[in-house]
């Protein structure tokens, strides 16, 4: 039997109907402004609302607080977004549930800075949500409590000076250890543990050419680093983060669809290639 997981239309119903509801506006070509959904959006986010998130998502305000709440709206706008994903809508409720929490969280620890890009911020949500999921509700192992911490501080490290010399990237060369760790924490292939992989890798793939990720995963490291299981959610992730930024230009959004679909098709063809060479071995670091 699945594990129970909590549900974020039940600990959020506030913020799951506003972005339902947008959503539908959208659909229905009943909103088509950015600045009008930016107004929105500024409106929703009341101090009580914010109280609210903030019990389910540790971190919200600090995020808010980063260039005028640009990393709110954005997620707020991946929220939206994905219930008018294709691949969202045709989703088993569990995977749909999977996908909610993963946007939520995807960006909880991003720190925008003018004129800079925030290359960790994917290890740093990974982080967050790891150490909130279980508050939650979500199911872990006995094994989570006397070893998140010393996990949580191994993803924090693992930074490498960016090949260009402008700030720090992550260092994927500490990812087999803090993946075998994700699978002590939660169980290999869990719900938490899905959530988990899909917000620590959501930076790890270049899937819009225009927006290439500095620390992008190589081939060889592909059918290693991301499990068969976490491909359609990781997949729906990065289609809704590019999507939520192109969410009034329909063209962009075809064009980086497409783009992002043919690199989850490659990582895919990676795999099945890969497991037809070594059948007995296990795809994981």
Not at 12 to 29: K, S, T
Not at 54 to 68: F, L, Y
Not at 110 to 136: E, N, Y
Not at 211 to 227: G, K, V, Y
Request: with cysteine; net charge neutral.
């Amino acid at each position: 039997m699945a594990e129970t997981i909590p549900r974020l239309k039940d600990l959020l119903p506030d913020l799951f109907e506003f972005v339902r509801a947008a959503a539908l506006q959208v659909e229905a070509g009943d909103l088509r402004d950015g600045d009008e959904l930016a107004g929105r959006i500024r409106d929703f986010y009341t101090l009580d609302r914010m109280d609210v998130v903030e019990t389910v998502a540790p971190g919200w305000r600090e995020m808010s607080a980063h260039a005028g709440g640009a990393t709110r709206q954005h997620i707020t706008q991946a929220l939206i977004v994905l219930h008018l994903l294709p691949e969202y809508r045709r989703a088993s409720p569990r995977l749909q549930e999977l996908m909610e929490w993963s946007e939520l969280y995807h960006d909880l620890g991003k720190q925008v800075i003018s004129g800079q890009r925030d290359a960790l911020h994917a290890f740093r949500s990974a982080a967050m949500a790891a150490r909130t999921l279980p508050r939650v509700g979500f199911p872990v192992r006995e094994a989570c409590a006397a070893e998140l911490d010393a996990w949580t501080r191994r993803v924090l490290a693992a930074s490498i000076a960016a090949p260009d010399g402008k700030g720090l990237i992550q260092d994927n060369r500490a990812l087999p250890e803090i993946l075998r760790g994700i699978d002590r924490l939660f169980g290999e292939g869990s719900p938490a543990a899905l959530i988990v992989e899909a917000i620590l890798l959501h930076h790890s793939l270049t899937v819009v050419p225009e927006w290439p990720n500095p620390a992008s995963l190589t081939d060889a490291e592909i059918p290693h680093c991301i499990r068969p299981a976490l491909l359609p959610l990781l997949e729906g992730v990065m289609l809704v983060d590019s999507d939520a930024w192109q969410l009034f230009d329909p063209a962009s959004r075809t064009k980086f669809r497409h783009s992002t679909l043919a690199v989850f098709a490659g990582a895919r063809r990676l795999m099945t290639r890969w497991r037809a060479r070594y059948p007995a071995r296990r795809p994981r670091v």
